[in-house]
């Protein structure tokens, strides 16, 4: 299956905290929160404006985002969870 986001819309892949400490103990995943950190796999059209006009996404496929830890709608895909989030709840694009 896949999808294809619509309007503000765009798909996350969450990126895999670290669950080692510096001094090399393991947490377990059931100890761990959710990543909020995620690479974007895919984008929506965009908005539109009220004259009508597209405005374009200021994010791309592969930008790596910071998103708040209760943002989008978790969705399972082939075995695989991704978040679908509206663009204005992006929080960053890290560098």
Sequence with gaps: MALRPLHDR??????????TTASGI????SATEKPDQGEIIAVGPGKRAEDGKL????VKVGDKVLFGKY??????VDGEEV????????LA???
């Excluded at 393991?26 to 995943?29: C, G, W």
Aim: glycine share 2%; net charge negative; no cysteine.
């Design 10 to 19: 765009v798909i996350v892949k969450r990126l895999d905290n670290e669950r």
């Design 55 to 58: 405005a374009p996404l200021d």
């Design 71 to 76: 943002a989008g709608q978790t969705v399972k």
């Design 83 to 90: 978040l679908v989030i509206r663009e204005d709840e992006i």
């Design 26 to 29: 393991v947490i377990p995943e």
């Design 93 to 95: 694009v890290v560098l």
